[in-house]
């Protein structure tokens, strides 16, 4: 089989080069397109050189829909509005998308899963394997002890990240409430201020900090009586949610359209 052609879409950011590392250094994937806004300085520049890969001449473009023309699939870590466009360019294609944004409405969430009738999608808060193992573990653990354990989310990011709570701690929220077979919409709790009252017996509580050059932290808590469950995980460095986008690519090929997530590219659906 040939090598799969892949664009990335925010090339010219952290993430993005990050990416085009990556797939620079994974057998069976090439670079075939990158992507930026349409204010982007960085339009027209090589975005391999950007990168710090050699090899290969790929400008940075603004036309999307080009590129997914010629390409086998995209991985983009941008912004929701952004992200949604590309769904229904991946749509038109019918190739792979790659998702790895997070913040998104309902609406946004609605017109991605809309896209996926015809599009191989892969969506996910966080991509890397350590991440998905503990939200299998926090699914089996909430699962295995009642409501005399509250749960706690905390997670901490760096000073420039636009979204909060992070998409990594809402995926952890809701393998938890899948644990506790609850709503997570229902019974979350994103903030307290105030008199607010005891706490509400299968609430799951998320607390959010920021600052510095933090790539990502989180730690779930199951306080009970008199002894308290902590699950956690610490990213050092983004080329671990690099390597599980490319490995979500190269797992989507050849794929029925639909939704899928990390947990079915690991296997830890039946976790």
Known sequence: ????????????GRMGRTLIRAIADTRGLTLSGALEDSGSPLLGRNASELAGVGGQDILITDDAETLLGDADG??????????????????????????????????????????AKKAVIVKSGNMSLGVNLLAALVKRVAKTLDEEFDIEIVEMHHNRKIDAPSGTALLLGRAAAEGRNVDLDQRSVRARDGHTGARQAG?????????????????VIFAGPAERIELGHRAEDRMIFARGAVKAALWARGQKPGLYSMA????????
């Open 74 to 115: 995209i991985i983009d870590f941008t912004i929701p509005k952004a992200t949604v466009a590309l769904a229904k360019l991946a749509a038109k294609a019918g190739i792979v998308h790659v998702i790895g944004t997070t913040g998104f409405s309902a609406q946004d969430e609605a017109a991605v899963a809309e896209a």
């Open 1 to 12: 089989m040939s090598d799969m052609r892949l664009i990335v879409a925010g090339a010219g």
């Open 264 to 271: 079915d590219v690991l296997g830890l659906q039946d976790f």
């Open 203 to 219: 609430d799951i509580g998320f607390a959010t900090l920021r600052g510095g050059t933090v790539v990502g932290e989180h730690n």
